[in-house]
């Protein structure tokens, strides 16, 4: 089982940034951020396949985050620019040892393995 560890979270102001870190403890294929507010679903922010050549985002934060990898040391990244309240959550990093249709790349239940959560707060 592959274990997942983010960080980089914390409390900012809007329009700051925040980068979040996920590190993975084996080789992982796909790698994806979801996020949660208390009382609703986890929702899928951002996706990046292994060579980072497909890359997908949630129309509420395309433009402003981005998702990298580095794959040597299995890592994977979330650059969060000009960030909002509506954006404050617990995010989550999610992957899987192999690849994922695109059809499912938004769904939570198709990643194996997840992280434990960071919670980064957007407030004034």
């Known amino acids: 089982q592959v274990q997942l560890e983010e960080s980089g979270g914390g409390l900012v102001q809007p329009g700051d940034s925040l980068r979040l870190s996920c590190r993975a403890s084996?080789?992982?294929?796909?790698l994806a951020w979801f996020r949660q507010v208390p009382g609703k679903e986890r929702e899928f922010v951002a996706y990046?396949?292994?060579?980072?050549?497909?890359?997908y985002y949630a129309d509420s934060v395309k433009g402003r985050f981005t998702i990298s990898r580095e794959n040597a040391e299995n890592s994977g990244y979330l650059e969060m620019n000009n960030l909002k309240p509506e954006d404050t959550a617990v995010y989550y990093c999610?992957?899987?040892?192999?690849?994922?249709?695109?059809?499912?790349?938004?769904?939570?239940?198709?990643?194996?393995?997840w992280g434990q959560g960071t919670q980064v707060t957007v407030s004034a």
């Open positions: 999610a992957a899987r040892i192999n690849r994922l249709v695109l059809s499912a790349i938004r769904q939570p239940d198709h990643y194996y393995n």
């Open positions: 990046s396949s292994r060579s980072g050549r497909e890359k």
């Open positions: 084996a080789r992982i294929d796909v």
